[in-house]
């Protein structure tokens, strides 16, 4: 009898820590953090603000160093990879949503998110193609050339996840993707991020809102830098919803 060999995963941190400052005024932002994320699997992010959450994130993305430990995407130490190995890993493998956008006001909807694919060497042509596809999926094919200052921040939130979404991005992390959209396209988002991810790709969310939550496979909870509880899909809505009634 054989047994399937499990896949490897997309994402993970070792015993990850990052302190800011030192002496009197060091804040340990996270604490010894281990995390598995594997292709096909959405992983939601909960906890307090200022339990470390964001940082987790920008950590895994590359943004950030740890102060120790490891982060491995796709059998790469990043925590150990030059900046210019990270800078193609970033463009290649990792779409990041950002809180507050990130676009780039010189550049319409569509040139925001061509250029991650067309910095690792697609054509212009075919970035664009890219491009437009991803912003229709995110209902935005007629803004495709208008500039961030032209829409607003929901319309340019879309914009960033589907920069973020372009290509074939193997991990995906979001932070708060859904903070500047009414709950329909909200949702709207959420299913999206879940079909990239039932197609194979990882997928990490930042989120306060239970019901965005509930799309995950899984829910980790944070607490000053260091998870403090963890749930799979099949048990997380029943915690999910007594969280929210007790918020």
């Known amino acids: 009898m054989t047994t399937a060999t499990p896949q490897q995963p ?3 941190l070792q015993n990850l820590t990052r302190v800011h400052g030192s002496g009197a005024t060091e804040v340990h932002a ?10 096909g699997e959405l992983v939601a992010v909960m906890g307090p603000s200022g339990s470390g959450k964001s940082t987790l994130l920008t950590i895994a993305g590359g943004l950030d160093s740890p102060t120790s430990g490891r982060v491995i995407v796709e059998d790469t130490d990043i925590t150990a ?23 780039i006001p010189a550049l319409t909807a569509a040139e925001n998110v061509a250029l991650p694919r067309e910095l690792d060497g697609v054509s212009a042509r075919k970035a664009r193609a890219e491009a437009l596809a991803a912003l229709a999926e995110m209902d935005l094919g007629h803004l ?3 500039f961030p200052d032209e829409m607003s ?6 914009v960033a996840i589907a920069r973020a979404l372009v290509g074939d991005r193997r991990l995906v992390l979001a932070d708060e993707p859904t903070g500047a959209l009414d709950s329909e396209t909200g949702e709207s988002v959420l299913a999206l991020l879940r079909s990239r991810c039932d197609a194979g790709a990882a997928g990490v969310l930042v989120t306060h809102e239970p019901r965005f939550a509930a799309w995950a496979d899984r829910v980790v909870f944070l607490r000053d830098g260091s998870v403090v509880d963890q749930t799979v899909r099949s048990e997380a809505d029943s915690l999910l919803t007594g969280r929210a009634a007790q918020r």
Not at 30 to 39: A, K, N, S, T, Y
Not at 85 to 103: M, P, T
Not at 153 to 158: A, P, V
């Open 10 to 12: 997309v994402l993970r």
């Open 30 to 39: 996270l604490r010894g953090i281990d995390l598995d994320v594997h292709p």
């Open 81 to 103: 990879a030059s900046p210019k190995e990270l800078a193609a890993l970033r463009r290649r493998s990792i779409g990041y949503v950002f809180q507050d956008y990130n676009l």
């Open 144 to 146: 495709a050339e208008r």
């Open 153 to 158: 921040g929901g319309q340019q939130q879309r």
